[in-house]
Nanobody, 124 residues
């Protein structure tokens, strides 16, 4: 029900814009989060946006480089990723939650619906 797109291979310092689209339900009723995972490691939270669009949160490792936004007319949520580093490599997932967006709630067990993920590789 959630579909991510926009992943790919990019050099360090480059940019990518990920998109999360929904079929069958309206994203603006939900807080949307982005998570990422690399093989052998636990999935980690990246960023979230509230359903009212007035609250966003990003983890320290991406603050100032990543920006989350939503376009309710297109029923999408985007993650603009700038100044990418090799450690940003992973499969990126978007997910929908009925909880609000905050540092405390940005955990994968608070999220009800998930996409299949899109691969982001940062390498020279």
């Amino acid at each position: 029900q959630l579909v991510e797109s926009g992943g790919g291979l990019v050099q360090p310092g480059g940019s990518l814009r990920l998109s999360c689209a929904a079929s069958r339900f309206t994203l603006d009723y939900w807080a949307i989060g982005w998570f990422r995972q690399v093989p052998g490691k636990e999935r980690e939270a990246v960023s979230c946006i509230s359903n009212s669009n007035d609250i966003t949160y990003s983890v320290d490792s991406v603050k100032g480089r990543f920006a989350i936004s939503r376009d309710n007319a297109k029923n999408t949520v985007s993650l603009q990723m700038n100044s990418l580093k090799p450690e940003d490599t992973g499969v990126y997932y978007c997910a929908a939650s009925s909880a609000d967006c905050s540092r405390e709630t940005l955990r994968d067990d608070n999220y009800d619906y998930w996409g299949q993920g899109t691969q982001v590789t940062v390498s020279s």
